[in-house]
Antibody
Framework: QLVESGGGLVKPGGSLRLSCVAS????????MNWVRQVPGKGLEWVGR??????????DYAAPVKGRFTISRDDSKNTLFLDMNSLKPEDTAVYYC?????????WGQGTMVSVSS | QSALTQPASVSGSPGQSITISCTGT?????????VSWYQQHPGKAPRVMVY???NRPSGVSNRFSGSKSGNTASLTISGLQAEDEADYYC??????????FGTGTKVTVL
């Protein structure tokens, strides 16, 4: 199970930190993703962090590279998304997701609104 | 990375079969067997229906099947049911070590 939190209303140029708490699987060996969806629009992959055992590398989608940072705390089974220099076009529902051996698990999402 | 191309809408009558296509390039769909398909009902989180091109997670009906040929992946829904009415998205790993989703397809059960 994945549970996101931290969403809310923020002004353009502001910052926000999202969290995703995992349970029911071996978090420390999982590659974790963030995916977002503008209301009424399609899904957009944001980024992924590999497991620390596999080097912990992070990859980002072009629109967020340099502004967003993905990190993980395996001791707390928690994934983070630090978002800086937020723009109105970052307004979306943010989901965390992970591919396990035989399925893909998604959280319920948390809404981020960027508006003055 | 451009979104994978899906038809905007597909419809069918109950009991019929429909196929949703997802077209990419040799840098994504054509280069890897990491294509997944997601079903999303309004206001809900996506649900995986197929992963790694053609594998079905436990609990997903065998009416859903996935395949790939060259740069195009497909999701077939057989024996269409009212509950299958939803948005469907494909997703592929890419050569850039990123992922890309499809543009999404609205399935309507007539």
């Amino acid at each position: 199970q994945l549970v996101e939190s931290g969403g809310g209303l923020v002004k353009p140029g502001g910052s926000l930190r999202l969290s995703c708490v995992a349970s029911g699987f071996h978090f420390n060996s999982a590659y974790m993703n963030w995916v977002r969806q503008v209301p009424g629009k399609g899904l957009e992959w944001v980024g992924r962090v590999k497991s620390n055992a596999d080097g912990g590398a992070v990859d980002y989608a072009a629109p967020v590279k340099g502004r967003f940072t993905i990190s993980r705390d395996d001791s707390k089974n928690t994934l983070f998304l630090d978002m800086n220099s937020l723009k109105p076009e970052d307004t979306a529902v943010y989901y965390c997701a992970t591919a396990l051996s035989t399925t893909v698990v998604w959280g319920q999402g948390t809404m981020v609104s960027v508006s003055s | 990375q451009s979104a994978l191309t899906q038809p905007a809408s597909v419809s069918g009558s109950p009991g019929q079969s429909i196929t949703i296509s997802c077209t990419g390039t040799s840098s994504d769909i054509g280069g890897y067997n990491y294509v997944s398909w997601y079903q999303q009902h309004p206001g809900k989180a996506p649900r995986v229906m197929v992963y790694d091109v053609s594998n079905r997670p436990s609990g997903v009906s065998n009416r859903f099947s996935g395949s790939k040929s060259g740069n195009t992946a497909s999701l077939t829904i057989s024996g269409l049911q009212a509950e299958d009415e939803a948005d469907y998205y494909c997703c592929s790993y890419t050569r850039s070590s990123t992922y890309v989703f499809g543009t999404g397809t609205k399935v309507t059960v007539l």
